[in-house]
């Protein structure tokens, strides 16, 4: 497996690239936004670790790039900012997963290792459930043969739910899964995506496709 790591403090890159190397992967890097922007989408990684405070180009452009070319690689960003409207503004901008410095190399090996089976266990493109067909690459979905816009965390929590298909799946289910959350911030992130998609998923005379489960989650409604 291949992985970039873009970071601009070189005792944390050190840290990390050693880490990686020392497990086995093939690890390149870059100590400035502008260099890491070349190397992300032009040279096929398998996995992204990006600092968003970068000189030349910042995170979220870089991550801009990538999702273009490559909508399904994995990007887990790096960075000091520790509120829940960053680690929001990150996920939403297409990031995969969010870690806040300063953060033990463990969690992130093993979030590297999480994110890189998912990805190899996914390689299917396009996923289905009842009236609802979802395309992972272009993020195209259709329901009812109508085109469906959706932001990309709210095309992430179809995905989910689609995946998940007539399974109740809790609140701090989406938040770590989707979100990208080990703990359960008093956010209610959860509550307004799911409203989103509600309303963007409903046709007249049907009934939402996303139900409660009053005191435990959420759960996708197919015909079959």
Request: with cysteine; aromatic share 6%; glycine share 8%.
């Amino acid at each position: 497996m291949k992985i970039l790591v873009i970071e601009d403090e070189p005792a944390i890159l050190d840290f990390v690239v050693r880490g990686l190397r020392s497990e086995g992967f093939r690890v390149e890097s870059a100590l400035d936004g502008t260099e890491g922007e070349r190397l992300a989408v032009g040279n096929g990684f398998d996995l992204v670790i990006l600092d968003l405070m970068l000189p030349g180009r910042s995170g979220m452009q870089i991550l801009k790039g990538i999702r273009q070319r490559s909508p399904v690689t994995p990007v887990i960003l790096l960075t000091a900012r520790d509120t829940v409207d960053d680690r929001v503004a990150g996920l939403d901008a297409g990031a995969t997963d969010y870690m806040v410095k300063p953060f033990a190399y463990a969690e992130l090996s093993a979030r590297v290792r999480a994110h890189l089976r998912t990805a190899e266990q996914g390689q299917t493109t396009t996923l289905s459930a009842g009236d609802i067909d979802l395309d992972l690459v272009t993020r195209q979905v259709r329901r009812d043969d109508q085109a469906v816009q959706l932001t990309s965390k709210e095309c992430d929590l179809l995905a989910y739910f689609v995946r998940h298909a007539g399974e109740v799946v809790t609140r701090e289910r989406l938040l770590r899964d989707v979100w990208g959350y080990d703990f359960h911030p008093g956010t209610n992130v959860v509550e307004v995506y799911v409203g989103y998609l509600r309303r963007k998923l409903r046709r007249d005379g049907q009934p939402d496709p996303i139900v409660t489960v009053r005191s435990v989650g959420y759960r996708l409604v197919t015909d079959g």
